[in-house]
């Protein structure tokens, strides 16, 4: 906007419209887009409307003024009575001129406030009446008047200073002002406003209040303007203190040229420069190296990025590219290696033979395994990983994956972020600095998920031998070569991993020890090193093989050997003290002196039936500490048929016993049971130890067994167990777990064991000293089971071993 007195001459001759009865005036009407015209201003016109045009053409061939109203929305091209507001200012217009673009450019300079009462037409252009607005003006400001305009000039003042695009004439011609109105609508005229608000100034016309309004946008404008100095001064302070920086660096660097000496951030670009060169790099990932040096040399020293390339160009520079453990091919070697720190585990051996054959016969198109070791704790799976990197004459490197959660552990984290790594895999190539490492993921099976991905699905990648060629990590952004590494898996059971997973994985099952093979382990394995480990292997101790059964018997239950040898070191823990405090010690620890060093026996396991029972069935059960022996007990009382299951049963279970009682109600007149006591009984169906949690199919023939044993009074014979689901029909369908159950059930000394016929498959892996002290019989129907297992039937006078007394007895009675 124009202050009042630039080319003003131009509006003398234009006299204001003259007032009719109604104190009203009648002119030409032309919509401001995106302008208000303050009273006493000059401002600018760009015309661009044809009607518009007309109006300010018809209104100087009479030498009268217009009115100027801003339109509401500025993107509506022809605005109607309803577009524009209807206040606004009479303004008389001066010359015309015609600009470059086709435009017409014009000044107008306001003379009074109007009111728009009626519009008399629209074409050719707007022509309205409308009511003149005078302030009156008393001989004497109020004195809080004069306060207020003082305020409100020393805001403008400042903000005159701070805003460049405002003309310090504009605060020396407020300065000049002396009415209230005037002087709040020329300052109003200069600020950045928008047109609702500038619109509102023109709308109020109390002078003090219109004053007042103008102080408050002057107060917001000035907070602006000192933000943005004060974002400025600091740019400035930044631009000022770097390019100080630079040249006092450019002086040092000139000095030091001079005394012969090196910069020391140029010194370290020329050593890792040295060290990309000597990492033996492939050529793509030389390049990106190169790149980043060369965007790290272009960088101050203490710039915040400086830190961030120089970490990433160290793990580029700390991985192996190239060098290798030279493999040791010789099976000889291998197999002796093996034998000596693992007992038995023949399938595991066998594979890592086959696997340094293979590679000693066609070592180029071999490519390495990713096996999976799948059994209960303490089976040595972990140590055989260790073993195997010894016999192929590799490094060894472990990494636990036990409760990982975040997808990033794997892939590691995108450089943007702050403080990022990459992930476990790369750590540890960096570590083990070897490309062809026997790399083992322990407790697979215990991964986990939530928010930030999936750390399995993270892994296929990693082990699958047609992928890991050019392995990806989030924080590296380059390939890195993965498969010339020999990727061991462990695990406790399979269950968890995605079949995805699962798919690329050769699963290698490690099951539990027999008793016989536990105490080959103590013998040739765990007494030597604990002997050693407490300095008493030159005292002639010697352990009893009644003693090493005891402790596996009474003081451990698990698959494997761990707590064994924990309590064979608590033994020579208490001896190693007698011998410290020159004390007699045993030379020969027998199965008495068990109580005084490991305490009172801490497992009672259940053990073979001492005598044959009616209602009462053995079976076996697969645990993650290998298998245990499951016994099954019903009994039926007077009621209303009702079945009732207790033992913490797991719904598989529950509806294995619905089955059971469906085949005996359909094979009653068979059994010999009258079909109407079903309706008169109810039966109890209790499998002991029920804190603990059971579920799965293959306890269903032994339900059917003690059932119809209770139902018939027929004895179930003691020294027999039995596994297997089963089907309306009776027949019996295979289960997993055979090679655990059965260890078991030789473990207590069960004499006869009944199989589905279908897992005859899964003898094959029984040692042979199993089969050879227990009977094993394959069936395919639960009738060939009842003719073996039930004894003739006992009367119901007769007191069997077994059953419930008294009242109870009555009710098994019924």
């Not at 209807?86 to 673009?101: C, F, L």
């Not at 009258?674 to 209790?686: L, N, P, S, V, Y």
Request: hydrophobic letters at 40%; aromatic letters at 6%.
């Amino acid at each position: 906007m124009f202050i009042m007195g630039y080319g003003e001459n131009d509006f003398y001759d234009v006299r204001n419209a003259e007032l009719d009865a109604d104190g009203l005036i009648e002119a030409p009407l032309i919509p401001l887009r995106d302008l208000v015209v303050y009273p006493n201003m000059v401002t600018p016109l760009f015309v661009g409307r044809e009607s518009s045009l007309l109006a300010i053409q018809a209104a100087q061939a009479e030498g009268r003024t217009v009115i100027g109203v801003a339109q509401r929305d500025v993107n509506v091209p022809n605005p109607m009575p309803d577009d524009l507001y209807r206040m606004g200012t009479e303004m008389a217009m001066g010359r015309v001129m015609r600009m470059p673009d086709g435009t017409v450019s014009v000044l107008g300079q306001g003379r009074r406030r109007v009111e728009i009462v009626e519009f008399l037409a629209t074409q050719p252009y707007i022509r309205v009446r409308a009511r003149p607005i005078v302030e009156e003006r008393s001989g004497a400001i109020p004195r809080q008047t004069q306060a207020h305009m003082r305020a409100v000039l020393a805001l403008f003042e400042r903000c005159v200073n701070l805003n460049h695009n405002i003309p310090e004439e504009a605060y020396i011609y407020a300065l000049n002002i002396e009415d209230p109105g005037w002087l709040a609508d020329a300052i109003a005229s200069t600020l950045n406003l928008s047109l609702a608000e500038r619109q509102t100034i023109l709308e109020l016309l109390d002078p003090a209040e219109r004053l007042r309004k103008v102080g408050m946008y002057l107060g917001r404008e000035l907070d602006v303007l000192q933000l943005e100095d004060e974002i400025q001064s600091q740019v400035q302070q930044e631009m000022d203190r770097g390019q100080r920086e630079v040249f006092l660096r450019e002086q040092m660097r000139v000095i030091q040229s001079e005394l012969g000496e090196m910069d020391v951030f140029q010194q370290e670009l020329n050593e890792l420069q040295e060290q990309i060169a000597a990492a033996q790099m492939p050529d793509e990932i030389a390049d990106k190296a190169y790149k980043e040096l060369s965007r790290l040399s272009m960088l101050s020293p203490m710039a915040p990025e400086v830190g961030v390339i120089r970490t990433y160009l160290d793990w580029l520079i700390s991985l192996p590219w190239q060098a290798t453990s030279e493999d040791n091919l010789d099976l000889a070697h291998a197999a002796r290696v093996l034998d000596s720190a693992h007992y038995g585990l023949p399938k595991a051996k066998e594979r890592v033979l086959e696997h340094i054959a293979v590679r000693k016969i066609a070592p180029s198109t071999v490519k390495s395994p990713i096996l999976c070791f799948v059994g209960p704790p303490g089976t040595g799976k972990t140590s055989l990983g260790q073993s195997i990197a010894e016999a192929l004459g590799r490094e060894f490197v472990r990494v636990s994956l036990g409760g990982v959660r975040d997808e990033a552990e794997i892939r590691g984290h995108r450089r943007t972020y702050i403080g990022a790594m990459p992930g476990r895999i790369i750590q540890t190539m960096r570590r083990v600095r070897t490309i062809n490492p026997v790399f083992m993921l322990d407790e697979i099976d215990k991964l986990g998920q939530d928010f930030r991905g999936d750390p399995a699905a993270a892994l296929l990648e990693v082990l699958d031998p047609e992928q890991n060629y050019a392995y990806s990590d989030h924080y590296l952004e380059v390939p890195y070569d993965l498969s010339r590494v020999m990727f061991i898996t462990t695990a406790n059971y399979l269950d968890p991993l995605p079949p995805a997973l699962l798919d690329r994985l050769e699963v290698i099952e490690f099951s539990g020890y027999t008793e016989e093979d536990k105490l080959a382990i103590a013998r040739q394995f765990l007494i030597p090193k604990q002997l050693e480990a407490h300095g008493l292997q030159d005292l002639g101790i010697q352990i009893d093989d009644a003693t090493l059964r005891a402790i596996i018997r009474d003081y451990t239950f698990e698959a494997g050997v761990r707590n064994l040898n924990r309590e064979i070191a608590n033994i020579c823990r208490k001896i190693a003290r007698r011998v410290a405090e020159g004390k007699r010690y045993p030379r020969r620890v027998r199965p008495a002196m068990l109580q005084r060093y490991l305490g009172p026996v801490r497992f009672m396991h259940i053990l073979a039936e001492e005598q044959d029972e009616i209602g009462v069935a053995t079976g076996v059960a697969w645990t993650e500490a290998g298998g245990d022996i499951m016994v099954v007990e019903a009994a039926l009382m007077p009621g209303k048929g009702d079945l009732q299951l207790t033992g913490q049963l797991g719904e598989v279970m529950r509806e294995s016993a619905q089955a059971a009682l469906t085949y005996a109600r359909s094979r009653a007149a068979s059994l010999g049971i009258d079909a109407e006591r079903f309706e008169e009984t109810d039966i109890h169906i209790h499998v002991p130890e029920g804190a603990i949690p059971k579920d799965g199919p293959s306890a269903g023939v032994t339900m059917t067994v003690a059932l119809i044993s209770a139902l018939t009074r027929r004895p179930v014979r003691r020294e027999v167990a039995m596994t297997g689901e089963i089907t309306l029909r009776g027949r019996v369908l295979p289960v997993g777990g055979i090679k655990e159950k059965l260890l078991a059930a030789h473990r207590v000394g069960i004499k006869q064991f009944f199989l589905p016929a279908k897992n005859k498959p899964d003898l094959e892996e029984l040692p042979k000293r199993v089969l050879k002290d227990m009977q094993v019989v394959p069936v395919d129907h639960i009738d060939a089971i009842l003719e073996q297992v039930l004894l003739p039937a006992v009367d119901s006078g007769e007191q069997t071993g077994g059953e419930p007394e008294g009242e109870e007895a009555e009710a098994t009675e019924t």
